[in-house]
């Protein structure tokens, strides 16, 4: 059983960065697509970046050339590094992972995920 623990929201100013980070332990990460979503309240979870096993990278719009996306496939760990943080930034954001290793913007598609962090722009 893949688990999925996310780390390194909190409070930030408008203008401000945060990195965040998904350890994955019980299956073999290096072959995983992984990607990051976040849910406002009363919104529905929404797509945000995603990685697939070779380091091939996907955006949404309102993030894209402010976060950023990565793996270490030695620390089964994929980050998002965000900058220029907006208040319309501010959710809870998932970890998410998908065995088939490509690139998904659709959250049905992946098959674990984790229990989310916090993340909250002060304007």
Same mark, same amino acid.
Request: hydrophobic residues 30%; aromatic residues 12%.
């Given at each position: ?21 998904? /350890?994955?332990?019980?299956?073999? %990460?290096? #072959?995983?697509?992984?990607?990051? %979503? ?8 929404? %797509? ?18 402010? %976060? ?9 760990? /994929? ?20 065995? #088939?290793?490509? /690139? ?20």
């Amino acid at each position: 059983q893949v688990q999925l623990v996310e780390s390194g929201g909190g409070l930030v100013q408008a203008g401000g960065s945060l990195r965040l980070s998904c /350890v994955a332990s019980g299956g073999t %990460f290096s #072959t995983y697509a992984m990607g990051w %979503f976040r849910q406002a309240p009363g919104k529905e979870r929404e %797509f945000v970046a995603a990685i697939n096993w070779s380091g091939d990278t996907y955006y949404a719009d309102s993030v894209k050339n402010r %976060f950023t996306i990565s793996r270490d496939d030695r620390k089964n760990t /994929v980050y998002l590094q965000m900058n220029s943080l907006k208040p319309e930034d501010t959710a809870v954001y998932y970890c998410a992972g998908r065995t #088939t290793g490509m /690139v998904e913007t659709t959250k049905t598609k992946y098959d674990y995920w984790g229990q989310g962090t916090q993340v909250t722009v002060s304007s």
